[in-house]
């Protein structure tokens, strides 16, 4: 009551709520229940309940952004270090010549195989024709080659016979010798018989048995008789000087005596063997041994087929002769050169060896090009990949074939890119600047030194969402997933286990 009097009100005063209640008038008569309340001022428990339902909020919006947050921090690994990387071919002519026609310009996308430039090709096909004119002379050459190596073919089969007859005449030549020993031997035989008449004529013709005629005759055939032999021994000299044979036997041999292999030592015999073997120099035949007598020559001759069948032999040897060898070569140096003249007028028109964009285009109608000059780039547009550098410190944790996560900054969040890790430089970035950092040198101040990794694209299509050489990326590497593809789960420690499991397996006693 006090309060009240005073004019003011305490919350917590029971007689507020006795003498202020609403409905209630103030002599003593309760209004309907049907009327509202009035609502008074907020209590205390209203305020602490408003604190807790934003408290419980709040940690609720921590749970629901920092979970994953804190997942994020504990399962990847990720830098900002990151830029978009791909091939760069640089299209240049294999020969030099005038540009022709230029049938691209930057920004044109090209695919494999499209002509970019063409060169005049007058001059390389006139290089052609000159060629094939060369070919076709030295077809001729090998033709003419072929003939006359059967013409030799020939001559030497007409001298092989030759060859044969020279050693018949000589066996001929042997039975001739034997012919005229026995014709001597009859002479010999007849002037017996005529002495032998003559030595009993003359002692009768004192008795007058015999008649001076008679003598006479028998004188008469006595002296052809003895004519007749010196005839015959005349005709076995001939035959035997024929032969290269003395005339006489030394120490009075046997007339018909001769040497077993006469017939393969006869100057005659070798003779034809040279002419033989001189027509077959040029097929290839080369002789071993110019001893050799004619029998082992043609039998050596006939081991060149397994058969002996000569028809195979003189057949392979018009295919191995030295002179068809040597324009077999000259046709397949014309064919040679040919195709080199057609490969160089196929260089004429340059095109794209890989699909991409045309990019830094230098070249126009008439400019005058050399082999190797550059005349534009094409990008690749689908050989691209990812080069993260990461710090030293985070490469404990990647792997190969960790799949990772790319947020491109051109496409924010409209675009999300799945890699996978497929590397590791084997040097950081400053080793392998022009000019590297001498920390021998000066004041040294540590780094943290960051490693280009490489992260392949998977199933990247350009032609959705393309990426350009330079973009930056931001990688989230999954450390937590296990690595999948080629070499996975490889490091760069592979070659320190190795060097370390070598220097263990010296250090065994």
Same mark, same amino acid.
């Given at each position: 009551m006090a309060a009240v009097e005073n004019g003011t009100q305490d919350e917590s005063s029971p007689s507020v709520e006795a003498t202020d209640r609403p409905g209630e008038h103030g002599d003593g008569s309760k209004a309907n229940d049907?009327?509202?309340?009035?609502?008074?001022?907020?209590?205390?428990?209203?305020?602490?309940?408003?604190?807790?339902?934003?408290?419980? !909020?709040?940690?609720?919006?921590?749970?629901?952004?920092?979970?994953?947050?804190?997942?994020?921090?504990?399962?990847?690994?990720s830098t900002d270090d990151a830029y978009v990387n791909g091939h760069v071919t640089l299209v240049a002519p294999r020969v030099p010549g005038q540009v022709k026609r230029v049938l691209v310009d930057d920004n044109n996308p090209v695919h494999k195989g499209d002509l970019l430039v063409e060169l005049d090709e007058e001059p390389y096909q006139a290089q052609v024709d000159v060629a094939e004119a060369e070919v076709e002379a030295a077809q001729a050459d090998l033709d003419a080659a072929i003939a006359g190596i059967r013409a030799q073919v020939g001559l030497a089969r007409s001298l092989r016979f030759n060859l044969e007859h020279s050693i018949e005449e000589v066996n001929d030549t042997e039975a001739t010798l034997k012919l005229r020993v026995a014709t001597l031997q009859s002479r010999r035989a007849e002037l017996n018989r005529a002495e032998a008449d003559y030595?009993?004529?003359? %002692?009768?013709?004192?008795? #007058?048995?015999?008649?001076?005629?008679?003598?006479? @005759? /028998?004188?008469? !055939?006595?002296?052809?008789?003895? &004519?007749?032999?010196?005839?015959? /021994?005349? @005709?076995?000299?001939?035959? %035997?000087?024929?032969?290269?044979?003395?005339?006489?036997?030394?120490?009075?041999?046997? /007339?018909?005596?001769?040497?077993?292999?006469?017939?393969?030592?006869?100057?005659?015999?070798?003779?034809?063997?040279?002419?033989?073997?001189?027509?077959?120099?040029?097929?290839?035949?080369?002789?071993?041994?110019?001893? &050799?007598?004619?029998?082992?020559?043609?039998?050596?001759?006939?081991?060149?087929?397994?058969? #002996?069948?000569?028809?195979?032999?003189?057949?392979?040897?018009?295919?191995?002769?030295?002179?068809?060898?040597?324009?077999?070569?000259?046709?397949?140096?014309?064919?040679?050169?040919?195709?080199?003249?057609?490969?160089n007028l196929s260089y004429c028109r340059v095109v794209s060896e890989i699909d991409g964009v045309v990019t830094r285009r230098n070249v126009n109608p008439g400019n005058n090009v050399t082999a190797g000059q550059s005349l534009m780039a094409v990008r690749s547009v689908t050989e691209i990949w990812v080069d993260a550098n990461f710090k030293e410190t985070q490469l404990r944790y990647l792997r190969i074939g960790q799949p990772a996560d790319l947020d491109?900054?051109?496409?924010?969040?409209?675009?999300?890119?799945?890699?996978?890790?497929? #590397?590791?430089?084997?040097?950081? #970035?400053?080793?392998?600047?022009?000019?590297?950092?001498q920390n021998a040198t000066g004041n040294f101040v540590k780094v943290v030194q960051r490693l280009p990794v490489r992260i392949d694209l998977v199933d990247y299509d350009p032609t959705k969402q393309p990426l350009f050489v330079g973009l930056s990326v931001e990688p989230n590497v999954l450390i937590r997933e296990a690595p999948t593809g080629p070499n996975a789960g490889q490091f760069l420690q592979t070659a320190a286990t190795q060097v370390g499991s070598a220097a263990s397996s010296g250090s065994k006693p």
């Open positions: 049907t009327q509202p309340v009035e609502s008074g001022p907020p209590s205390r428990s209203v305020g602490r309940r408003w604190r807790w339902i934003v408290g419980a !909020a709040a940690l609720i919006v921590l749970i629901v952004v920092g979970a994953p947050w804190l997942y994020e921090v504990f399962t990847t690994v030595n009993r004529a003359q %002692r009768l013709v004192t008795t #007058g048995a015999v008649t001076p005629q008679e003598m006479d @005759a /028998l004188t008469a !055939a006595r002296l052809v008789a003895q &004519a007749q032999v010196q005839e015959a /021994l005349q @005709a076995v000299y001939q035959v %035997r000087v024929s032969l290269g044979l003395p005339a006489e036997p030394e120490k009075g041999g046997d /007339l018909t005596q001769v040497p077993a292999d006469l017939n393969q030592t006869f100057s005659a015999v070798r003779q034809a063997q040279a002419q033989l073997i001189q027509a077959a120099a040029p097929l290839g035949v080369i002789q071993q041994s110019y001893e &050799a007598t004619p029998h082992e020559m043609v039998e050596e001759f006939y081991k060149r087929d397994p058969k #002996g069948d000569i028809n195979k032999i003189y057949e392979a040897l018009v295919k191995e002769a030295p002179a068809v060898k040597q324009s077999q070569a000259k046709l397949l140096e014309a064919k040679r050169n040919l195709a080199v003249a057609k490969l491109v900054d051109m496409y924010g969040s409209h675009a999300h890119f799945k890699g996978r890790v497929s #590397g590791f430089t084997m040097g950081t #970035g400053s080793t392998l600047a022009l000019l590297p950092p």
